[in-house]
């Protein structure tokens, strides 16, 4: 990997001074979604798939962009000064957010640099390719200048560009999980106030299989600013009569107690996702650790369901594949990830099963949807480093 992405800088930007290559993971997210943005646990992992870069500092402030994923684009050039978010630098935007987020926070940025990007994981798809891109740049900067900077406060920096310079409201999960991940370990995080625990995946005979639906997120991004601000409203109206910060506070019990002062039908099915998921989450790390992977496994179609009915952010094509993996004989749970609307799901699937699983649920997903889906059986990785 690490040639062919030199020959490729060399080609592109031209050979001579020191180029480095760095890694940054993505992350799958196992249980506790859409939970993030409102003070709930989550339970995410990074992978050993994730996005390459080359890089090289420049003498002057220019910044010259490349992605072998987007060949097409060419190279996207700006500069580190009025940095500005522009239709026409697309992915770029990401890297340029960072590098503007970093200095909003104070870290001088003063020279440009030339990076090449490869990313294996499959583009917005709800294993963040983008918090990957965006803390590997974070990264790179942090060693290119030195910065002191710990990777938790990388991963604020990470997704505050996402939500100020690109214009997602998202949660911190996916920065977090891919800027603090450990081989063979999930992260359980409270978003409430970034307490984590690494908690260590030892499956011993099944595998974390994830499929993509190749469906993109589409209008995804504003329907899931929308669900933020349905959250946000009926927390308002529950704080009315208790005394709570974020919906992540409430216990099942207290929620079917109150739920009522919450004025609309929709917002009701909404809070209530946040709040049960939140329970769930924190039920299903406490069945890991005592080795009760079934129950993990029935939390996370639990969790598939009430993100189908309640959140209403799955769709055809993540319940094609969802369903058809409950059919599927060792399948031990099976759910959406990421955001939804597209994207991917995330199966736990015993390793005899494993292409059967593959064949079954690819071709019932081709048949009922008229294209096919990707899978990944997937290791869990570290967060980023120099390679
Ligand atoms: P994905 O689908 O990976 O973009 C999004 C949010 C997360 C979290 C999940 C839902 C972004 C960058 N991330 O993940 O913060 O809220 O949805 O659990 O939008
Ligand atoms: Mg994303």
Redesign the pocket.
């Known amino acids: 990997m690490k040639e062919q992405l030199l020959q490729k800088f060399n080609e592109i930007f031209g050979s001579g001074g020191e180029v480095q290559v760095y890694f940054a993971p993505g992350?799958v997210?196992l249980i506790?979604?859409?939970?993030?943005?409102n003070g709930g646990h989550?339970f995410p992992c990074a992978l050993t798939i994730g996005t390459y870069a080359a890089v090289r500092k420049r003498e002057d402030k220019t910044l010259r962009f490349y992605s072998m994923n987007f060949d097409h684009l060419g190279v996207i050039t700006s500069s580190v000064e009025g940095l500005t978010k522009k239709q026409e630098d697309d992915w770029a935007n990401y890297p340029k957010g960072v590098i503007w987020a970093l200095k909003h926070r104070g870290y001088v940025i003063d020279q440009g640099m030339d990076i090449l990007y490869f990313g294996n994981i499959p583009n917005?798809?709800?294993?963040?390719?983008?918090?990957s891109l965006e803390v590997l740049t974070g990264y790179i900067l942090k060693e290119l200048f030195g910065f002191h900077l710990y990777m938790i406060e990388l991963a604020l920096i990470s997704?505050f560009a996402?939500n100020k310079f690109i214009g997602?409201?998202?949660?911190?999960?996916?920065?977090f999980a891919v800027a603090m991940g450990k081989k063979d370990n999930a992260i359980f995080l409270d978003t409430s106030n970034l307490a984590c625990e690494y908690a260590p995946i030892k499956l011993e005979n099944a595998r974390i299989v994830i499929a993509s639906s190749n469906k993109k997120?589409g209008l995804?991004?504003s329907k899931?600013n929308e669900r933020r601000s349905e959250c946000e409203e009926a927390l308002k109206e529950l704080q009315a009569v208790l005394d709570i910060a974020t919906l992540g506070d409430l216990s099942e019990e207290e929620f079917e107690k109150h739920k009522d002062v919450i004025a609309d039908p929709v917002r009701i099915k909404r809070a209530k996702h946040a709040v049960y998921e939140n329970q769930r989450t924190i039920k299903a790390v406490e069945a890991l650790k005592a080795n009760n992977i079934t129950e993990f496994g029935e939390l996370m179609n639990a969790s598939h369901v009430s993100l189908r009915d309640d959140y209403e952010v799955t769709g055809i094509e993540l319940d094609t594949l969802v369903e058809a993996a409950w059919q599927q004989k060792g399948v031990i749970g099976s759910r959406m990830?990421?955001?939804?609307f597209g994207?991917c799901t995330v199966s736990i699937v015993k390793n005899d099963c494993v292409q059967d699983f593959i064949d079954n649920v690819g071709n019932t997903y081709e048949e009922k949807i008229g294209y096919k889906a990707d899978f990944y059986v997937v290791d869990i990785g570290n967060g980023p480093s120099r390679i």
């Open positions: 992350r997210n506790g979604e859409h939970t993030d943005y989550v917005a798809s709800g294993l963040s390719s983008s918090a997704q996402e997602v409201n998202c949660g911190i999960m996916d920065q997120r995804g991004d899931y990830t990421g955001a939804g994207g």
